[in-house]
């Protein structure tokens, strides 16, 4: 009998420290991806062979060669060139939305977690009513009345995700609420404010950069549908969705334009989700998939 | 049972009354005359004048924000400049192409991922599991628009075998319906692998096997009914996806569905029409949910009482 269980628990114990290692991985895969991005966030005009905007015309549509890595799109623009720059762009589009709605989304969902009641009751309301717009269709919507630009689209993204984020920082400090050192911090006088930032917000933070690193990845995703749908990053400046927005009449003569930008989107999307599954892992295992 | 969907069916009017007012806020602070837009740039100032007394663009916002309440309350959505009118039946009549997207996406999430998962979880942690674990994650990161564009270029360009745009036969439906389900079917395949996992630990099917069931008939007859629960809830949480996903895809295989329209609409400026088509997904999205909710109950009768 006792051989038993301890082989059984001995091979639970070993596919854990499996999976563990796997997700740690991910969690190093996803870090040095999102470091190569930022990098190339930087550098990427130094590092461009040529101006993204400067037209060549005797090498419209050309293939992948030697002067032109990933080809040259419908109007003479180096592929790689426009990559590198544009990657500045979206993942700046990316890390300003999740920031901002960031900030907003903890400060409702602390205030309204915290003090319950009609703050809570209104600001709740508030959040469920924009969650039923679907955070794509909300967008849009947001972009058509802003105006299709890069701010818009940044605007956009920022309003669709403070619901979702709201709410989660909500449902965490209801449940730290009624934790005994938040009542013995209480007891003692702490103010309101500083036990909201000093002792609640470090217990949701896990929760919280988790969401952000996912949510990124979504923003990414969205930034570049609404860049390929022609809403977000206009004409001429290099954005990924954009480009393959542009790339779509010429699919019949030159497929390979849209290989480079769609691998880069992917690359970025996979680079946050992989960090946001890593820490999911690392700091709040209850939660894993 | 009853009463709680006549309560959530009750909260639906509720809150289409608060995206109204979100969405009437929003579109009334653009920036520019809306009565110009309506009369197009060719139009004269007085033209421009003409048209803001007939829409009633001249009144105080909260009496328009009166007569858009009750003009929808007749089925009236307002004045579309693409239609000359009032766009609801034009939308309608493009609403079964959108559903006929969503649900046949609906049925292959469900005819792959399932399976998928559930091969993942009996295989855990070998080859089998290995591959489709791995291509959750690459499907997770591949925007839809790209994986549209993809196929378009590899079965449509390349090998002449599907066509690449409309709404003619069955063959078009495959694209379109790969394109928007290929994230649902990850999301799917990666819950139901878990479920699977987390079942099979549990005490009856243990007792199942130690009766002399094999492992293949008790996956199938006790761990499978459970796995249900997790492409439900999937496509709860995904409906927004689902819907918001539609129209890139609309877009990209010229499909002629409310999410192209919605593009189309502004692309013109056309506000009403935009505010009239995000209502309809609301709404959508509102019945999908409660249509999960009742979906729950039916799977697990625990909820019954509940």
Do not use: C
């Not at chain 1, 508030?126 to 794509?136: A, E, K, Q, R, V």
């Not at chain 1, 989107?265 to 946050?272: E, G, H, R």
């Amino acid at each position: 009998m006792v051989d038993v269980s301890s082989s059984v628990v001995a091979e639970e114990e070993g596919t854990a420290g499996w999976r563990r290692k796997r997700r740690n991985a991910f969690l190093w895969i996803g870090a040095t991806l999102l470091a190569v991005f930022i990098v190339i966030a930087i550098f990427g005009r130094v590092l461009a062979p040529y101006d993204p905007l400067a037209q060549d015309l005797l090498a419209l549509l050309d293939p992948p060669s030697s002067a032109h890595w990933f080809g040259v799109d419908g109007v003479g623009r180096d592929i790689l060139s426009r990559l590198l720059v544009g990657t500045r762009t979206t993942l700046l589009i990316a890390v300003l939305s999740i920031t901002i709605a960031g900030v907003f989304g903890v400060a409702f969902g602390l205030i309204s977690g915290y003090f319950g009641g009609l703050t809570d009751r209104v600001i709740t309301a508030l959040m469920d009513l924009l969650l039923t717009i679907p955070s794509m269709v909300l967008a849009i919507a947001i972009v058509a009345a802003v105006g299709a630009s890069a701010t818009g689209l940044t605007v956009a993204i920022t309003v669709s995700f403070i619901p979702p984020l709201s709410r989660l920082v909500r449902g965490r400090v209801m449940e730290l609420r009624e934790e005994d050192y938040i009542s013995a911090a209480r007891t003692i006088g702490m103010s309101r404010a500083r036990l909201l930032v000093r002792h609640l917000l470090p217990n949701a933070i896990s929760v919280i950069v988790i969401e952000l690193s996912l949510l990124a990845g979504q923003a990414v995703l969205v930034g570049s549908a609404l860049g390929f749908l022609g809403l977000g990053v206009q004409p001429p400046d290099p954005e990924w969705g954009a480009m393959l927005g542009a790339s779509r009449e010429y699919l019949a003569v030159a497929p390979h334009l849209v290989i480079a930008p769609g691998i880069a989107i992917s690359l970025l999307v996979f680079a946050f989700n992989a960090l946001g599954d890593g820490l999911r892992d690392r700091f709040d295992p209850n939660q894993s998939a | 049972m009853l009463r709680f969907f006549a309560y959530r069916l009750a909260l639906i009017p509720l809150v289409a009354f608060g995206v109204i007012t979100i969405l009437f806020v929003i579109f009334k602070s653009v920036p520019g005359d809306e009565a110009a837009i309506v009369a197009g740039s060719a139009a004269t100032q007085a033209e421009i004048e003409h048209i803001r007394v007939q829409l009633g663009l001249d009144k105080p916002l909260i009496e328009q924000y009166g007569r858009h309440l009750v003009g929808l309350l007749q089925g009236d959505f307002g004045y579309s400049p693409t239609f000359r009118g009032n766009p609801l039946p034009r939308i309608l009549e493009r609403v079964p192409a959108t559903l006929l997207l969503m649900l046949s996406s609906i049925l292959v999430t469900i005819i792959i991922g399932i399976p998928a998962g559930v091969t993942a979880a009996a295989y855990q942690n070998r080859w089998p599991d290995i591959a489709i674990s791995s291509a959750v994650v690459a499907l997770l990161a591949i925007p839809n628009f790209w994986l549209g564009m993809i196929l378009i270029a590899v079965l449509s360009v390349q090998m002449g075998l599907l066509p690449s745009f409309g709404l003619a036969g069955p063959l078009s439906l495959v694209m379109p319906t790969i394109a928007l389900s290929a994230r649902l079917i990850a999301l799917v395949a990666r819950m139901t692998r878990g479920v699977v996992i987390e079942e099979m630990r549990k005490d009856y099917v243990r007792t199942a096997r130690a009766k002399g069931l094999s492992r293949r008939v008790s996956l199938t007859r006790h761990v499978l009914r459970n796995a249900m629960i997790p492409t439900v809830t999937v496509i709860g949480l995904q409906a927004g996806y689902l819907l918001g996903g539609s129209v890139v895809v609309e877009r990209l295989f010229a499909w002629p569905g409310i999410g192209d329209l919605l593009l189309a609409g502004i692309n013109v400026r056309d506000y009403t029409l935009v505010q009239g088509i995000t209502l309809l997904f609301v709404t959508g999205f509102l019945l999908i949910n409660l249509a999960v909710e009742v979906l729950y109950v039916q799977i697990n009768p625990r909820l019954r009482h509940g």
